[in-house]
T-cell receptor
Framework: RKEVEQDPGPFNVPEGATVAFNCTYS??????FFWYRQDCRKEPKLLMS???SGNEDGRFTAQLNRASQYISLLIRDSKLSDSATYLC??????????FGQGTELSVKP | DAGVIQSPRHEVTEMGQEVTLRCKPI?????LFWYRQTMMRGLELLIY????????DSGMPEDRFSAKMPNASFSTLKIQPSEPRDSAVYFC?????????????????FGPGTRLTVL
């Protein structure tokens, strides 16, 4: 079983749609959680950290459920520019980042 | 700051040849990471350094891979001899802090990557 699992997609949605990505992790001792975004043939970039209380950044909302070892990302009012691969990332006690395989999002006009 | 710099951006070589990938981290960042990304395995950590010292190399696939960080502004990842299964995108990343504890400043900044093809 992979340490971080995501639905690979692709998710094909129209502009303005709300889309949710889910992620599960296997190590209950994991310390930090993130969502990274990777555009095609580019490097990953931090989208947002995920905090236990949940956090929001504009149209993006991240949630963490430590009991279920589950992380989510909600994108509201999706834009064409949101098209990318979204990587669920978990940091273990040693500070190493473990990346999920990524969920591909394609927003269509 | 120019961000993390990697060279070359693309490398095509033949099986058995030595390959050296280079990275310049963001100035002031204490941590440097080498990752490999493939379609099959996704993004995997190979090795990371703290203040130029290798801390964890458990992700290095085999003895053909080696990494060095002779000073705070330069690191290399070497593959000798290279094999077709080494074909991947290799990313270097740096961060001011380690991500293990939630804290401001633990974001990892990635370079543009080196796309390696071994024929």
């Amino acid at each position: 079983r992979k340490e971080v699992e995501q639905d690979p997609g692709p998710f094909n949605v129209p502009e303005g749609a709300t889309v949710a990505f889910n992620c599960t992790y296997s190590n209950s001792a994991s310390q930090s959680f993130f969502w990274y975004r990777q555009d095609c043939r580019k490097e990953p970039k931090l989208l947002m950290s995920v905090y236990s209380s949940g956090n929001e950044d504009g149209r993006f909302t991240a949630q963490l459920n430590r009991a279920s070892q589950y992380i989510s990302l909600l994108i509201r009012d999706s834009k064409l520019s949101d098209s990318a691969t979204y990587l669920c990332v978990v940091a273990n006690q040693g500070g190493k980042l473990i990346f999920g395989q990524g969920t591909e999002l394609s927003v269509k006009p | 700051d120019a961000g993390v710099i990697q060279s070359p951006r693309h490398e095509v070589t033949e099986m058995g040849q030595e390959v050296t990938l280079r990275c310049k981290p963001i100035s002031g960042h204490d941590y440097l990471f080498w990752y490999r990304q493939t379609m099959m395995r996704g993004l995997e950590l190979l090795i990371y350094f703290n203040n130029n010292v290798p801390i964890d190399d458990s992700g290095m696939p085999e003895d053909r891979f080696s990494a060095k960080m002779p000073n705070a502004s330069f690191s290399t990842l070497k593959i000798q001899p290279s094999e077709p299964r080494d074909s991947a995108v290799y990313f270097c990343a740096s961060s001011p802090k380690l991500a293990g504890v939630p804290a401001y400043g633990n974001e990892q900044f990635f370079g543009p990557g080196t796309r390696l093809t071994v024929l």
